[in-house]
């Protein structure tokens, strides 16, 4: 059965290393967006709508075919509302229309084991119903395997400890001393279908 595969791209690096905003210009072209935004952050970029219920979340998705940049701001436990929030995300893109991911801080919802629930079921399935999913984090090698496991691109900043840039340097074809000799901004592209990478630099 032909499929329109979406791209999961692993993003990697330390606070104030460039991850956000990255992603951030990555999706300004992109037609439909929602984020996982914990933080409060996402809301406040001009243009995007801010949803705190359950209610409202899936509402919108349900509904709206068109363009769309979403914030999820969840009260509560912030594990069960990123779970609730990839199956409307799962809903959305299959049934509605094709849609852009962005999983923010995912060492907070997941753990190092197999991703959990309705994540884990947008990591396997997502991606065949078109689905590019940009996930986050600061401590890979506390976040879930899943994602690493599928991953078609990582985007490496500059890390906050030696064991994430071992464990990134294993998962990917990148030398540690690559991702060792990051500043603020830069980052390491990895391709993972042509096991290649480039180096590159955020500007403003
Ligand atoms: N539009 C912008 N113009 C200028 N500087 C920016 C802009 N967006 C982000 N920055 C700067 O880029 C740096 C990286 O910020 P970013 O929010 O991407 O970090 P991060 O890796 O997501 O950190 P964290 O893990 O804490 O979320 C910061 O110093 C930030 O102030
Ligand atoms: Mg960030």
């Known amino acids: ?119 884990g079921l947008l990591l396997r399935r997502g991606l065949k119903r078109g689905i590019n999913i940009w996930a986050i984090s600061q401590r890979w090698a506390e976040a879930d395997k899943t994602a690493v496991g599928n991953a078609s691109e990582f985007v490496l900043f500059r890390q906050s400890s030696g064991d994430d840039v071992v464990y990134l340097s294993k998962k990917t074809r990148v030398p540690a001393v690559e991702i060792d000799g990051l500043k603020p901004l830069e980052f390491v592209r990895y391709d993972a279908y042509k096991q290649t990478f480039e180096r590159g630099k955020l500007t403003f």
């Open 1 to 119: 059965m032909k499929t329109q595969d979406g791209r999961l791209v692993v993003i990697a690096g330390a606070s104030r290393s460039g991850k956000t905003a990255y992603v951030r210009q990555q999706v300004a072209g992109a037609v439909r967006v929602v984020a996982h935004d914990p933080e409060d952050q996402w809301s406040q970029v001009k243009g995007w709508q801010r949803v705190t219920s359950r209610a409202q979340l899936l509402g919108t998705l349900q509904r709206d075919q068109g363009p769309l940049r979403l914030a999820y701001v969840s009260g509560g436990n912030l594990g069960d509302e990123f779970g609730f929030l990839c199956g409307c995300v799962q809903y959305a893109g299959r049934f509605v229309a094709p849609l852009d991911f962005i999983a923010e801080e995912l060492s907070d919802v997941t753990t190092p084991a197999k991703a959990p629930g309705n994540w």
